[in-house]
């Protein structure tokens, strides 16, 4: 059955292939310039295709890591520089006298997960957590540019780089497995502190990264901390866009000294906020809202 399809493609294909060669296209035809098929509309095509292919997005992004670099020298002479905001630094305890540490979110900070995001515009889907777990299993995610040359050369520094992700703790392995294939610093598994980790005494409150950065605060000084998103620094008290830009106002001096934020443009807490976190709304009132929060006289 197998080989009778087969054999059928291919005579198929011949035959194509011969038609093309006899029939020539007249060389007075008309030249339409319109697709065949319309090319399916989708919010992210444009972020991820400059995630993946221009080279504004590798020089930012070498730029962010290469500036923050320059600074390390000074925050690990400096016993009070720290880069827990106050009240997580007061939890977690003095730090003065605590060996140094740099904590970085793991996607879109350290790992590339651009390939996922693609496929998800090629097949026209949104974000889902099985699809999701799947492809960290796969462990193909590459370096953000700039981050295992930072990473590394902390790591010789003596400083201790941990990852504070929303990925599973369940997924540590494939997490490490990832790290470690491209080049990024591994101490040992305890620097993977992954969504589902039970801190002693701290209150978990749903996804976010304040017990976890506690938890790294109570035994190291911080000396920077990286991300995508503004939960990789501090927690908003609700997912608006008041109280980001609130955050902003507060630690503004921070970003780019203790706080250094890699670009992404293809998903975050951003784009929630903007239709109060409601992902049930179908997708054309998700993008309604979406165009409702545009500036359009400034
Ligand atoms: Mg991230």
């Given at each position: 059955m197998r080989t009778s399809l087969h054999t059928v493609a291919l005579l198929a294909t011949a035959l194509a292939l011969a038609g093309c060669h006899t029939l020539p296209a007249p060389a007075d035809a008309p030249q339409s310039t319109a697709p065949a098929q319309a090319v399916p509309a989708d919010d992210n095509l444009n972020a991820v295709l400059w995630l993946q292919r221009s080279m504004e997005y590798r020089a930012l992004s070498e730029t962010v890591f290469r500036a923050a670099a320059e600074r390390l020298d000074a925050a690990l002479a400096?016993?009070?520089?720290?880069?827990?905001v106050p009240t997580e630094r007061a939890a977690a305890?003095?730090?003065?006298k605590l060996p140094p540490a740099i904590i970085l979110d793991i996607?879109?900070?350290?790992?590339?997960?651009s390939a996922y995001q693609a496929r998800l515009v090629v097949d026209g889907q949104e974000f889902a957590d099985p699809a999701w777990e799947a492809w960290v299993e796969e462990r193909k995610a590459v370096p953000v540019p700039g981050a295992a040359a930072f990473t590394r050369a902390a790591a010789d520094k003596g400083i201790t780089v941990f990852y504070i992700s929303?990925?599973?703790?369940?997924q540590t392995d494939a997490t490490l497995d990832n790290l470690r294939s491209q080049g990024l610093p591994v101490?040992?598994?305890?620097?993977f502190l992954g969504l589902g980790m039970e801190v002693p005494g701290c209150e978990q409150k749903g996804s976010g990264k304040t017990c976890r950065r506690q938890l790294v605060g109570r035994g190291h000084r911080v000396l920077m901390q990286f991300g995508d998103q503004l939960g990789d620094f501090v927690q908003p008290s609700a997912n608006t866009p008041a109280k980001h830009d609130a955050l902003h106002a507060e630690?503004?001096?921070?970003?780019g000294e203790r706080w250094w934020v890699l670009p992404n443009?293809?998903?975050?807490a951003w784009e929630p906020a903007q239709f109060n976190g409601?992902?049930?709304?179908?997708r054309d009132e998700r993008r309604q809202r979406k165009r409702d929060a545009l500036r359009i006289d400034r």
């Open positions: 400096d016993p009070a520089w720290d880069a827990l305890g003095d730090a003065s996607d879109e900070t350290v790992l590339d997960n929303n990925r599973l703790a369940t101490k040992d598994g305890g620097v630690y503004q001096t921070w970003f443009p293809t998903y975050g409601d992902w049930s709304l179908p």
